[in-house]
């Protein structure tokens, strides 16, 4: 036994602690809308394991709309240069969980080119969050490659009909899926 499955097996002994019965990560997975209790248990799981197999689970158990008392912490996780888990993960799982109190830190991470691809979700986040002040960073990351069109898709959760000339240009972008959203942002916009 790895030990990653040794500490997976801990981490369900104290999920049982709660009431719960699970045997497996599958049986975690089918109660995790109600596992909100244990998500101090999960977090400190989350820094113990080494695999991304179960990092990337531990987030998939995270990643539930109003499960704001993991946003800190998760933050910290994206924002520590030395940790080994993935960063577009947590950013998905931010995005999940939608937790508006940190607006202007999704806003610094998803202003920092350094972190690519991984802030996709993070952009796209602000943009279901109706972050006001977010449009001008959502305008200029219509810019960057690695994010523009999830810029585009967050733009399409305001009702802002100003927003459609910064999104019209990509009408005719070279990536299909990124004509797709705008067409899709601009019809949202307009209706």
Not at 27 to 46: E, H
Not at 132 to 147: C, F, G, Q, R, S
Request: aromatic share 8%; net charge positive.
């Amino acid at each position: 036994m790895s030990k990653d499955e040794f500490l997976m097996s801990e981490l369900i002994g104290e999920v049982n602690n709660y009431g719960f019965k699970v045997m497996n990560y599958d049986d975690l997975k089918a109660i995790k809308r109600k596992i909100k209790n244990t998500i101090p248990i999960l977090l400190k799981y989350l820094h113990l394991l080494q695999g991304n197999n179960y990092t990337d689970a531990i987030l998939r158990l995270l990643a539930v709309k109003g499960f704001n008392e993991a946003t800190e912490n998760l933050l910290e996780v994206y924002n520590d240069k030395n940790s080994k888990i993935d960063k577009w993960v947590v950013g998905d799982t931010l995005y999940s969980i939608q937790d508006k109190r940190f607006e202007d830190k999704y806003i610094e991470i998803v202003s920092d080119k350094g972190n690519g691809d991984s802030r996709q979700m993070i952009v796209i986040l602000l943009g279901k969050l109706r972050c006001e002040k977010a449009i001008p960073t959502l305008i200029n990351l219509l810019k960057d490659d690695d994010v523009n069109g999830h810029a585009i898709m967050a733009l399409g959760y305001f009702k802002n009909i100003e927003l459609i000339k910064y999104i019209e240009p990509f009408l005719n972008h070279e990536k299909r899926w990124v004509r797709k959203e705008s067409e899709k942002a601009i019809k949202k916009i307009r209706s």
